[in-house]
């Protein structure tokens, strides 16, 4: 199944031909080897475009459908069984040129041509599963509405200003909303740039549209009955709602607020779904609602427990050995999870035990100084997987599966503030790295208490 793209296809066909890429496994579309060669997620873009379409990878540098302007873009998507489906990653539209783009007009700048007509190839990324594996589970034609392209608008001009002012130096991927200026480049000081109105060099970036932009986008498109909003009010904004109704429960313990609520919480992350509650959802996961989703805010809960040895480290998702032996740091879950994302620290008092009061709440947007400390455990990990270095011992002796040691990085003391450890029990904890070892599944945490200083209970 491949075709060779020409100037007699009609923007039609291409997109009709697409279709028939829905369910196919990436490592069944590979005619010319893609998948056998450095371990580069770029080639699953470029495999296609050839391979499938027949438009010889990185041979042109305008649109990839040359003769139609549609530009052609595959992305990874995540399935959740609770939260459903969202964006692994941002989508790069194409690199900042801090020299010439503050010349340009938003409608005459690259985000707003590629905006206007692009073909969406959306594969499933599955955790710690070989990427031949990979199924493709839709495509689309993307076009910005009208709504949409007028922030992106703002966050356009809030990029270029930047650059007028002699400030790129100062532009940060959390000042835009939906379209960010993520970093991209080498790392290490290696990728930064000329400026033109001031002589301080600035990080290498791209315009992109935002995590949770595109989970928003890809839910709409495949699962609309499942999306679900918050209310806010007319001439309110989302941070304004959301501190608004955090505000109003301030002070009052769990019972008092499901009694007002006429409803009960239960389980393990009662606290969690108890603010959902507050937000008027149906029982689903607060972060996952649309608002939330574009506008990169997520809710922790912190617990401030009775007996100080129950406090626990915030989990973060589990280390996917995949991603990181295939993907750079700034395109993994874990820069999302970090660059991306504000966060919003709940505070809950232990006054009786298990009874909690809610103490308020800090915004937290990690920091530079966090963001890299989260890149050098990325990267070693990665330099690990890459140069087959990962050792397993196991003591068949202890426990019912024995007991499973490695050499991975992530003590309390190797990279502060963040841990490396297994998660769960039973047969379903154990993964297969790419190289073949099978190790422990484990979970990326934040120390405690580096988290209690944050929200002030330390």
Known sequence: MSYFYSDLWTEQQIFHLAEELEGEKLGNLDKSGWMKRKKDKGNIGNMIQSDFFGIPANSIKGSDFIHHNIELKVTPVLKNKKAGYSSKERLVLGMINYMEDYKISFEESIVNKKASNMLLIFY??????????????????????????????????SIVDKIEQGKAHEISEKQQKIMGACTK??????????????????????????????????????????????????????????TETLNEYTGKTDEQIQFEMKKEVNGKSSLFN????????????????DE???????????????DKKNNQDMSFPNIDFTEIAYDEFEESTWYSCFAETTYILTVWDEYEYGKNRF?????????????????????QIKDMINSDSITVEIDESKGKHGRWSDNLPGGIRDYPPFQIRPKGSGKSVFVTLPSGITIKKKCLFINKGYIRKIVGLD
């Not at 108890?274 to 609602?289: A, C, D, Q, R």
């Open 124 to 157: 499933l990324h599955e955790e710690n599963t070989p990427v031949e594996e990979f199924k493709i589970i839709k495509t689309a034609r993307f076009r910005l509405s009208e709504s949409d392209k007028s922030k992106v608008r703002i966050d356009y001009h």
């Open 359 to 379: 103490l308020g709440y800090t915004i937290w947007v990690p920091d530079e100084d966090f963001i890299h400390k989260a890149s050098e455990l990325f990267y």
């Open 185 to 242: 480049g080498q790392g290490k000081g290696k990728d930064l740039v000329k400026q033109p109105f001031s002589i301080q060099k600035a990080k290498s970036r791209a315009y992109s549209y935002k995590v949770g932009y595109m989970s928003s986008y890809f839910r709409k498109l495949v699962t609309p009955e499942q999306v679900e909003h918050i209310n806010i009010p007319p001439h309110s904004s989302f941070l304004d709602t959301v």
């Open 292 to 306: 939330f989703l574009k506008e990169g805010y997520a809710i922790k809960t912190v617990r401030n427990r009775l």
């Open 274 to 289: 108890l603010i959902g509650l507050m937000f008027g959802t149906k029982g689903g996961n607060l972060n996952h609602t």
